[in-house]
């Protein structure tokens, strides 16, 4: 994919994570346990800041610039059926129109580091956060700052056991991280 050249794993190519076996955790696993939530949160505690310090390269410029000059992106009548119902106010700040230049699968926000400003993201955005029992928005990196406050201990014990943050092979696409454990049920998660 375009972020591999910024250091993002490949996840769907021929050699990326997924034909080695790595699937990514579903939101129907997430919301089901307690422990698929550690499982996601530890595992991320290892991966997350390497995923997060990627730039983007000159594939995710040239799509900004081919923007930026018009020469790619769609404009169409905005409809209160593409947005949430639950956020009604979306829709009623609309200007009529719509216009997306960029649809993604990544959830890296790279498009958007490199300036892009019309990007639809499929699978979100991997550096926001919505709470699942309030619906607040938060920034992921004061999240993973608190995360990794609270679970010191634990993330020093994993690096050293696996040394999964030095090794590329162990980093996945969506800025999880191979990790040589099977109980996560020490993690602590913090609450909204």
């Known amino acids: 994919g375009i972020s591999t050249e910024s250091g993002v ?11 080695r076996g790595h699937k990514s955790m579903v939101h129907d696993q997430f919301m089901s346990r307690e422990s698929q939530r550690q499982r996601y949160w530890g595992r991320a505690m290892v991966g997350w800041r390497d995923f997060a310090a990627a730039s983007p390269n000159a594939g995710h410029f040239a799509l900004t610039e081919l923007e930026r000059m018009g020469r790619i992106g769609v404009s169409f ?22 216009e997306e230049a ?23 955005r991997n550096d926001r956060l919505r709470c699942m029992s309030c619906g ?4 992921r990196h004061s999240f993973q700052d608190h995360l990794d406050v609270l679970n010191k201990e634990w993330v020093d014990n994993i ?23 099977e109980d996560y049920s020490d993690v602590i998660i913090p609450g909204c």
Do not use: W
């Not at 009548?77 to 719509?98: H, L, Q």
């Not at 958007?112 to 639809?120: A, E, L, P």
């Open 77 to 98: 009548v905005d409809k209160e059926e593409y947005y949430d119902p639950n956020n009604a106010m979306d829709f009623a700040t609309s200007s009529g129109y719509r």
């Open 102 to 124: 960029i649809i993604t699968q990544n959830v890296d926000g790279l498009h958007q580091k490199s300036g892009s400003q019309r990007v639809t993201n499929l699978h979100g």
């Open 9 to 19: 794993p490949d996840y769907r190519g021929s050699s990326g994570s997924y034909h």
């Open 136 to 139: 607040s928005f938060q920034c």
């Open 159 to 181: 690096l050293t056991d696996n040394n999964a943050a030095k090794n590329e092979e162990n980093l996945r696409a969506d800025g999880d991280a191979y990790v040589a454990k």
